[in-house]
């Protein structure tokens, strides 16, 4: 009931594309859910996140899309850029910590 | 500082070995989190102070993993006994709020240890 699922594990996208990542969940509790990205080496850096109240955030490139009554999220990333080539991370947010999906590697090609 | 820092970057421990990793959090964060990150997965959750209180220590793994942080800022995680299923990035997040609301964590570099 804590976790989060996420899909897919890899993801190619052409420049100019739209890639689309999806998580679901099961624990209605969960009340906070972000998106992080992550390159090699590094931290994962925040992008964009979402309360369950709102059913869509865009922010520049980056829109959450969230379901509440399927208890899905995704991420939609515009115009998808290789710089844009890391990890991608959901996660969702019970109480105070963070619990994460498997994660995403997306390659955008040039 | 701008962000969360962490050092040292690497660690190298041979099985047994006790080791300390340190996080210095965003100046001002009232909130700290410890995660540990295994190879190709997402992060894990091993605990959380608020201030200098430990609130959630539930995903430490073993009772070798203790995590301090006795001024309310920076904190020190101390794995004893090192084994090979600890070897992972151990990354710290701080956040500004207590806990209760809006949680934006922000998320150091990480250090990777191995346990050789």
């Not at chain 2, 997402?42 to 430490?60: H, I, R, V």
């Not at chain 2, 309310?72 to 997040?93: F, N, P, W």
Request: with cysteine.
């Amino acid at each position: 009931q804590q976790q989060v699922k996420q899909s897919p594990q890899s993801l190619i996208v052409q420049k100019g594309g739209i890639s689309i990542i999806n998580c679901a969940y099961e624990n209605t509790a969960f009340d906070y859910f972000p998106w992080y990205q992550q390159f090699p080496g590094k931290g994962p850096a925040l992008l964009i996140a979402i309360r369950p109240d709102v059913s869509e955030k865009k922010e520049g490139r980056f829109t959450i899309s969230f379901n509440k009554s399927a208890k899905q999220f995704s991420l939609h990333i515009m115009d998808s850029q290789p710089g844009d080539s890391a990890t991608y991370f959901c996660a969702a947010s019970p109480v105070w910590e963070y619990i994460f999906g498997t994660g995403t590697r997306l390659k955008v090609l040039a | 500082g701008a962000g969360v820092s962490q050092s040292p970057r690497y660690k190298v421990a041979k099985r047994g070995q006790d080791v300390a990793l340190r996080c210095d959090p965003i100046s001002g964060h009232v909130s700290l989190f410890w995660y540990q990150q295994a190879l190709g997965q997402g992060p894990e959750f091993l605990t959380y102070f608020q201030n200098e209180a430990q609130l959630d220590k539930s995903g430490l793994p073993s009772d070798r993993f203790f995590a301090e942080r006795p001024e309310g800022s920076v904190s020190t995680l101390k794995i004893q006994r090192t084994q090979q299923e600890d070897s992972a990035v151990y990354l710290c997040a701080s956040s500004a709020d207590t806990g209760l609301g809006i949680h934006e964590q922000y998320f150091g570099p990480g250090t990777r240890l191995t346990v050789t």
